[in-house]
Nanobody, 118 residues
């Protein structure tokens, strides 16, 4: 099993920055990809940014140029640097760790609230 824990959410004014951290623990040697997703009230959970073990990144169009996903040190720790935040970025942000094929495991954290005031 894999446990995923996010930290770093909070309240920030529009135009400000926040950095989220995510650490996976447990059986992490099968993890192939980690990513950030967000869920605003009344909306579906959407992909924000993902990063594979090979270094390939993928971003939602709405955050390109403002958010950066990165890995530092152990491959099971990722960060989301969020700059130029907008009120529409307000959501609960979740980290997800995904096992490589064919294991197929997907593990979610509990989420961390990000609120951007105008």
């Amino acid at each position: 099993q894999v446990q995923v824990v996010e930290t770093g959410g909070g309240l920030v004014q529009a135009g400000g920055s926040l950095r989220l951290s995510c650490t996976a623990s447990g059986t992490t040697d099968r993890i192939e990809r980690m990513g950030w997703y967000r869920e605003a009230p009344g909306q579906e959970r959407d992909m924000v940014a993902t990063l594979t073990n090979g270094g390939t990144t993928n971003y939602a169009d709405s955050v390109k140029g403002r958010f950066t996903i990165s890995r530092d040190g152990p491959k099971n720790t990722v960060y989301l640097q969020m700059n130029s935040l907008k009120p529409e970025d307000t959501a609960v942000y979740f980290c997800k760790a995904t096992d490589e094929y064919p294991f197929g495991g997907a593990y979610w954290g509990q989420g961390t609230q990000v609120t951007v005031s105008s």
